[in-house]
Each structure stands twice: as C-alpha cells, then as structure tokens.
C-alpha cells in the first residue's frame, strides 16, 4: 500500500490529487490492472470529475452546501462537533474510488481529475493506494 498527506486550507475545498496519485502509480510499477485509492477520514471524501474549469468545484461546493448546510448545535442534530454536515456530505460523495490502468497511466477521461472534497478543513488529510495486476516493463 502507497499513501501521501495533503494538507487542505478551507472548510470546504476540493484539491486535485491526480498528480500524487499518478506518482504513486509510477512507483508502483503496475503495468495494467486497476487502483483503488481511498480516504480514511469521515469528514471528507473523494470523486472524480472535472477540475480544470474552477467553476465546476465551485458549484459542487455551493451544491453541498445547500443541501447540507452548516447547521448550530441548536438546531437539533445530535452531532455536538458542529459538523454533521460535513459527515452527511463526505456520505453522499464516498470514500473512495477504483480506477483503471493501462500501460502503466490511468484511464481517466479528457477533463477528469483526481478530487480530495474536504469538508470539515482545514486538515491533514491522507490518502491511500493499493494497486493490483500485472506489473514489470512496457
């Protein structure tokens, strides 16, 4: 198993990950097969989807937000840490994901990245990696 830190900044944010991930696979040296990388953290999650144009991380965030608010503890939800909505929305998002490799390079599509979605920041934050399948020269 491979894993890296990322250290996030805001409460809410999404950090591109894809070229730590791309590293570790290098590393690996998993010719073809597939990856599972995953999030071991409770208040955040990972997706795939596109980060080039900043305004799609925006909407999703503006998106999550709606959907579960930052709520007080006066409002009734039993999580005193003041954070279920970071627990609700790292659930709808999911811990981790399973991407293909071929020729040693993942097979993401054109636009698609790699994405951390913090939701209880800012933190440390780790991710971990574990590749299967057949490894050795191209």
Do not use: Y
């Not at 503006?62 to 579960?68: F, H, K, M, S």
């Not at 006066?74 to 003041?82: L, N």
């Not at 279920?84 to 929305?89: R, T, V």
């Amino acid at each position: 198993m491979d894993s890296f830190v990322v250290q996030t900044t805001q409460r809410n944010e999404m950090v591109d990950v894809t070229p730590e991930v791309r590293a570790a696979l290098a590393r690996s040296g998993l010719r073809d097969g597939f990856g599972v990388i995953f999030c071991p953290h409770s208040t955040a999650a990972l997706t795939l989807n596109e980060h080039f144009d900043p305004a799609v991380v925006q909407d999703m965030v503006a998106w999550l937000n709606r959907a579960a608010p930052p709520v007080p503890v006066e409002t009734g939800f039993q999580d005193h840490g003041a954070n279920s909505d970071a627990h609700i929305k790292a659930t709808l998002i999911g811990p981790g994901l399973t991407l293909l490799v071929e020729d040693g390079n993942l097979t993401l599509g054109r636009w698609q990245s790699i994405i951390l979605c913090e939701f209880n920041g800012p933190r440390q934050r780790t991710i971990q990696m574990k590749w299967v399948g057949q490894r050795g020269p191209a």
